[in-house]
């Protein structure tokens, strides 16, 4: 029997040489891929070193074409060509960390911004501000200041503040609640009081008795509730305690309604809000966010190629208002009236439309992780914040 089995599968040599063969091939596959998956894990494990050296690697073979936009404190030049500003600053520690050789080159902001589209450069380095339209386009960086955009209107001198001030339509809305008001009182003290109270009302013509009624009703408002046993009637005392109340708080509105209409009105006019500058004559710089935020809200208003140019036009009275981003006006003005210039120059005190400047990269940039990683870890220095405080004196 065992002879037979032998004679129907016969094992030859060669047979056992071949399953050999077979077993070290599959011992040697499983063993390749156990060592991928280890070198997978290591990999993933280790990305940001080995993001980080293709930065460097890339780096070494590439000088990066950083575009500019002058746009002070954030990017300047000084006398001898060198790029200074807090945009500068944020690049040299960038590039000094990620060990990225680089050069910049200044364009005009609407030619920086298609430059990145383009990708003629590698960087736009400025002022430029995050929005959705720009976003279409290029990326953007992590944002690394945060403003709002403003209005900056010319104070008025001494004739025109006093034409603004007595042509103001809130004041005059003011006065006639304030005049109607003792009006009233004074009307109604007249009916119970004149014909019993011969200390109010001492006049003997009803004219100057009514006219002595008009005089007791705006010292009412003006002053306060008058003396209780003032009064001779009954219905007339109990209007006085009634009325106590009422006078504190209406005198109380209508000093805060004044004042705040004197103080802003000096500076601003009828400007109280963005949705104003509708009927005032508005300056923007071209291509802004402030250019555009006008459009959308149908503004009509000049365009100027720089900051400057369009304060100085408001400065010399060819526009009413200017619009542009809180912390750039803001610093422009600074610095020029340390040199006698804009003195009359004021930004308004109402935020709107909130602005986060950001690099600007080309559409999938390979340093565009490690350009943000760095980034935020500067923002939290000491360093960034000393700079912050040089420039505005308020952060």
Sequence with gaps: ?????????????????CLIRLLLALTYLCYGISSSLAAQEQTTANS????????????????????TYLCPPFVMQDQFGEYTG???????????????????????????LQAVANKEVDIGLSCLSITPEREEII????????????????SAGYFDTFKSIITNRHLLTIIGIFFTAATLVGGLYYLLEHR??????????????????????????????????????????????????FTTLFIASITAVLAST????????????????????????????SSQFLTRHSIAHR????????????????IEAAVGDDAIVKYRIKIAKEKGKYEKLNVLPYQ????????????????????????????????????????????
Aim: one cysteine or more.
């Design 303 to 318: 365009q100027y190629d720089t900051v400057p140019d369009m304060l100085d036009a408001l400065d010399k009275g060819e």
């Design 48 to 67: 940001p070193q080995i993001m980080q050296a293709t930065v460097t690697n890339e780096a070494n073979k590439k000088e990066l074409l950083i575009g």
């Design 1 to 17: 029997m065992s002879n037979k089995t032998l004679t129907l599968f016969p094992v030859s040599a060669r047979s056992i040489s």
């Design 262 to 289: 004197f103080t802003v009105g000096l500076i601003s006019n009828d400007i109280k809000s963005p949705h104003d500058l509708v009927n005032v004559t508005t300056g923007a710089k071209t291509a802004s966010t």
């Design 352 to 395: 709107f439309e909130k602005q986060n400047y950001g690099i600007a990269l080309t559409e999938k940039s390979p340093y565009e992780e490690s350009i943000n990683r760095e980034l935020l870890q500067f923002r939290q220095t000491n360093e960034w914040r000393n700079a912050l405080l040089e420039y505005f004196k308020i952060k």
């Design 86 to 112: 807090l945009s500068v600053l944020l690049w040299q520690q960038i590039a000094e960390k990620l060990q990225l050789p680089y050069r910049f080159q200044n364009y005009p902001l609407k030619e920086l």
């Design 196 to 245: 019993v109270n011969d200390k109010l009302y001492s006049m003997r013509s009803r004219p100057a008795q009514l006219i002595e009624g008009f005089i007791l009703g705006l010292l009412f408002i003006t002053k306060g509730p008058f003396n209780y046993y003032e009064f001779k009637t009954l219905t007339g005392r109990v209007l006085t305690v009634c009325l106590a109340v």
């Design 139 to 154: 990326d953007f960086s992590h944002s690394f200041y945060e403003t709002h955009l403003a209005i900056v209107v010319k």
